[in-house]
């Protein structure tokens, strides 16, 4: 079971290593963005923060929610069961830890997110990562609780309702990479939708990553979408300069603290949450090495050093019929030993000693996909050894956009 503290520990690691139509929204309705996650142009990260994370709309509008693709799955999901169980005040402790009024994380769970846990479950079960369909494809409900007992059953299929405030549960699902639904998620206001302030939550990545929509009368002005578009992008930036240094400081060599205490705070701006951010780069990307030289990756963050990657490899997938599918080969170890199961680690006293895996030796003979698998902690490592000359190029399975190649003489 994720513990609380564990769950919503925001810190932000400096590493190194559907479309739904509108149905019910009035013609007349006006867009509001939401970035989900966010790209930058000069290196590969991810964030685990919506942007702007609060929005203010009117009945008749519609929330676009638009993922920048970085590799994390995310969803939107809310409804009066995410509003509900945890309520206004633990929704009030999350909204001051996500907009950096509260800077740590009470020490004393409360007892609305056990069952907030029991009620919403993640979009894959923790232990064996199996899709929940119920949590993981889009599900609608006017009423009543969805029916997470059975993973493989999906909430019944209708079309997506416009959100007027008063559904138990509504949530967008996995937004998948690609297919007919893109990399988006339409929120339609209904134009009865009752006023008020909603809370969604990524249900992956759980509720420190979340945001609020807030429906007003039509009487009362809302921001425009370019001061959201601006709001957001301010969000975003907040940490992206902090990130940029800290990641040419290893590239120059330099001992950067990791997840230390406050060692995410971006400098520049004291009063910025802290949200969770990830540098995904392997520093150096290029790396030369002799035939026969052992080369040795130090894991940093949640990565894996993966060889053969097809062009493509989605992680989650969604198949025609709706099922969200999971490519374990995304998590585990292919064809290369996998680190031992035991390594201590988190919640053990005093930090796990470091495990190195030795994946033996690699040439181009050796086909099809090869992957050292994430199931690392920070500071263990993995090596290799070339024994062809060639370039021999590498990805991260979850992070398309971190790559990598060991060029051998
Ligand atoms: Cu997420």
Not at 103 to 110: G, V
Not at 143 to 159: I, L, M, V
Not at 396 to 406: D, N, S, W
Request: charged share 25%; aromatic share 10%; glycine share 10%.
């Amino acid at each position: 079971m994720r513990r609380w503290s564990t769950v919503l520990a925001v810190v932000a690691l400096l590493g190194s290593a559907c479309g739904g139509g509108g149905s019910g929204a009035g013609d007349s309705g006006e867009t509001r963005k939401v970035l989900v996650d966010y790209k930058h142009d000069e290196f590969s990260a991810s964030f685990l923060a919506y942007f702007p994370s609060d929005v203010k709309v009117h009945p008749g509008d519609t929330v676009e929610f638009k993922q920048f693709w970085t590799g994390e799955p995310h969803t939107v999901t809310m409804g009066t069961m995410v509003d509900g169980i945890l309520g206004e005040r633990i929704w009030g402790l999350i909204d001051d830890l996500r907009t950096g009024k509260l800077k740590e994380i009470p020490d004393e769970e409360p007892p609305e997110f056990e069952q907030f846990l029991e009620k919403l479950p993640f979009m894959a079960e923790e232990e064996t990562l199996k899709p929940i369909q119920a949590a993981a494809q889009p599900c609608y409900l006017d009423t009543g609780e969805p029916d997470f007992s059975d993973p493989d059953k999906p909430c019944p299929k209708r079309e997506q309702p416009a959100f007027n405030g008063r559904q138990s549960y509504y949530n967008s699902g996995f937004i998948p990479y690609e297919g007919e639904r893109g990399n988006t998620f339409k929120l339609p206001i209904a134009k009865d939708a009752t006023p008020g302030t909603y809370h969604y939550y990524c249900n992956w990545h759980f509720i420190a990553m979340s945001g609020s929509v807030t429906i007003v009368p039509e009487t009362e002005p809302i921001p425009s979408q370019s001061e959201v578009a601006k709001q957001g992008l301010q969000e975003a930036r907040r940490y992206t300069g902090t990130m940029a240094k800290a990641l040419s400081a290893v590239r120059a060599g330099k001992k950067v603290p990791l997840p230390a205490a406050g060692a995410g705070l971006p400098e520049d701006d004291k009063e910025a949450p802290l949200i969770e951010a990830s540098i995904n780069e392997f520093v150096p990307s290029t790396i030369n090495a002799e035939v026969g030289e052992k080369v040795t990756w130090t894991f940093d963050g949640g990565h894996s050093v993966a060889f053969n990657v097809p062009k493509y490899f989605p992680v989650f997938d969604v198949k025609d019929d709706g099922t969200v599918t999971l490519d374990k080969r995304g998590f585990e170890a292919v064809r290369f030993p996998a680190p031992p199961e035991d390594k201590g680690g988190e919640g053990d006293d005093g930090p796990p000693t470091p495990v190195e895996v030795d994946g033996g030796k690699f040439d181009g003979s050796r086909r099809g996909l090869h992957s050292s698998g994430m199931d690392f902690n920070d500071g263990d490592k993995f090596s290799l050894a070339f024994t062809k000359p060639g370039t021999y190029p590498f990805a991260c399975l979850i992070h398309p956009a971190m790559v990598g190649k060991v060029v051998v003489k």
